[in-house]
């Protein structure tokens, strides 16, 4: 084989690798938007069709978090247990401060994740009160960069990313880890301190794109 052939046979394995690693899911395109930067506007429309704006509250100077959903996920169920109730007891804890709290749902549509009657009834069983906005095009999730349910963003008062990663340090779906890094992130936030682990390894199921 000459100089020229193997060159290109050398080319379409790389290709051939390439396609195959995409694939198996080993290749995992960087996030959009990055700690310290200002986080991405959106518009979403919850379970019964109003609409929110991120904008609108960080402009209030609101703190956001954004916790990606799916009523089907083992690894969020773990947190909405009556025995565990993760997520709603850090929203209770941090109810008189000026926070608020939205889930994204990024299924796809026609997925059965992103079902309305579905999410209303986990809503309702899970005693979630706080918006379940629904993306079933994936463009909020995309531009995001996020992968897994749950995962996890703070965005501070002044529209900036503060926090992306997981909710905690157990990566199972059986029960919470000793470290809520969310909770954490808060509370140094309201302090007026630098959250001092602002990126976390997220763990979780796949988002349905």
Not at 8 to 24: D, E, P
Not at 172 to 195: F, T, W
Request: with cysteine; proline share 5%.
């Amino acid at each position: 084989m000459n100089q020229k052939k193997r060159c290109f046979a050398g080319v379409l394995v790389l290709i051939g690798l390439g396609i195959a690693m995409l694939g198996a899911g080993r290749v995992v395109a960087e996030p959009k938007v990055q700690i310290g930067q200002p986080a991405p506007d959106f518009t979403l429309t919850d379970l019964d069709g109003k609409k929110y704006t991120l904008s609108d509250y960080t402009a209030k100077g609101q703190v956001v978090v954004l916790e990606w959903f799916s009523p089907l996920c083992p690894f969020v169920k773990k947190h909405y247990r009556e025995d565990t109730g993760t997520m709603l007891t850090i929203e209770k804890d941090f109810k008189d401060q000026s926070i608020v709290w939205f889930r994204i749902n990024s299924s796809r549509d026609g997925h059965r994740a992103s079902d309305l009657e579905l999410n209303k009834q986990m809503a309702e069983k899970w005693n979630i009160t706080s918006p379940i906005l629904m993306d079933p095009k994936g463009i909020t999730g995309r531009i995001y960069g996020a992968k897994r349910t749950p995962e996890m963003y703070i965005i501070d008062a002044a529209g900036t990313l503060v926090y992306h990663g997981a909710i905690d340090n157990r990566a199972d779906a059986q029960s919470p880890g000793e470290i809520n890094y969310v909770r954490n992130g808060l509370d140094e936030l309201l302090a007026g301190k630098e959250i001092s682990k602002p990126s976390t390894r997220v763990y979780g199921c796949t988002i349905k794109y």
